[in-house]
């Protein structure tokens, strides 16, 4: 028997759905999306996505793959635990082996001030899959600043919330015309909602909320959040503004509590962001060049700037101290004499992570003792 993966049936119990139609699949497939954070919400985001015919995906992640990982976030596997495998990467490799139709962009790159409207150049809609409230708070600042749609998802312990954010900026009455920015979304003045900074206007102090490793993560949690994000996605690439839902949706699916919060009379005139177009974490507002990690046991380094590493040289020069593995993205070894054990993931944009250590000073110096900054 010779299956068709080419024939018309592929989409057609999604085309047949009042709400998207023939039309509405095509605009599908033309449109471009893309995935900040391939983790717990980005994975079952990017299958959804790549199942229902989005045309191109743009996958942007900083991490690799690790055994704890597997728990939740649903494109990985075993294999890519061993091989050390970028997120990005093993998500995009997942996604060719779901539907060889998607276009999809691998960029194992930390999102930030620097870069973070080049990576996201030509998505129609941004979602996020994050848990760092800095890069929220700057895909919000990208989302006003050019006017396209960001749709919202955090989850942790047995709770999570979503919302989508469309933006005064990008509203008109009318779609857009030649010579007009080239977003494929549309939506009124009427639809446009508050964005991120009208509701909560700063991130919360630095330990003062619950995390992954203080709160753990159920993962049918995290999928029903990003099972949320990626409707209100295909609403949007289909064509039904009208459809998006404008309430916050704050859930636990341990106690069965959910709530949705209207949101209309939230938006601020004051606002920093949608009412004064102050892009403070565009410009680079409270970006750090060290982190702890949520959930384990490691620093994530950033240097300064935005400049590619040579690998091949770094890699030449680590294993004179002991067993290293380079791949096109990454070099990865233990640092000799360090207790606790500490390994190395060094990227190919300069960036490090840090395992054994929750030190961000420690984490400076070792980067600048092995690699140099």
Not at 81 to 99: F, L, M, S, T, Y
Not at 347 to 360: N, V, Y
Request: glycine share 10%; net charge negative; proline share 6%.
């Amino acid at each position: 028997m010779v299956f068709d993966l080419d024939g018309p049936s592929r989409y057609h119990r999604q085309a047949i759905l009042p709400g998207i139609g023939e039309a509405g699949q095509a605009r599908i497939r033309r449109g471009r999306v893309a995935v900040v954070g391939c983790g717990a919400l980005g994975t079952v985001v990017i299958d959804h996505l790549a199942r229902a015919g989005v045309g191109e995906l743009v996958l942007i992640d900083r991490d690799v793959v690790e055994a704890t990982n597997l728990q939740r976030q649903m494109l990985f596997t075993e294999d890519d635990v061993r091989e050390g495998q970028p997120k990005a990467a093993a998500a995009a490799a997942a996604v060719a082996r779901i539907n060889h139709e998607v276009l999809v962009h691998a960029a194992v790159r930390d999102l930030r001030a620097s870069n973070a409207l080049t990576l996201l150049a030509g998505a129609d809609v941004i979602v996020g899959g994050l848990d760092s409230f800095e890069t929220r708070y700057l895909l919000n600042d990208v989302a006003v600043s050019t006017g396209r749609p960001y749709v919202y998802g955090g989850a942790v312990g047995t709770g999570g919330l979503s919302f989508a954010i469309l933006p005064q900026t990008g509203a008109r009455d009318a779609p857009a015309t030649s010579g007009e920015p080239d977003s494929r979304v549309h939506w009124t003045p009427a639809q446009a909602t508050p964005c991120l900074r009208c509701i909560f206007d700063q991130p919360p102090p630095p330990g003062t909320g619950p995390t992954c490793d203080t709160a753990g993560i159920l993962a049918p949690v995290s999928a029903t959040v990003a099972a949320r994000q990626a409707i209100e996605t295909l609403k949007l690439l289909a064509g039904r503004a009208d459809a998006v839902d404008r309430r916050m949706v704050s859930l636990d699916l341990w106690d069965g509590s959910h709530r949705a919060i209207d949101l209309d009379d939230a938006r601020r005139p004051d606002c920093p962001c949608c009412g004064q177009h102050r892009f403070e974490w565009l410009t680079g507002r409270g970006e750090t060049d060290t982190t702890v990690l949520c959930g384990r046991e490691a620093v994530h380094v950033r240097p300064a700037g935005d400049q590619p590493v040579d690998l091949a040289r770094i890699a030449a020069r680590l294993e004179t101290l002991g067993p290293i593995v380079r791949t096109e993205y990454l070099v990865r070894g233990r640092l000799p004499g360090e207790a606790p054990a500490v390994d190395l993931t060094l990227f190919a944009d300069g960036r490090a992570l840090l395992h054994g250590i929750s030190d961000p000073d420690m984490g400076r110096r070792l980067y600048a003792r092995y690699v140099g900054c």
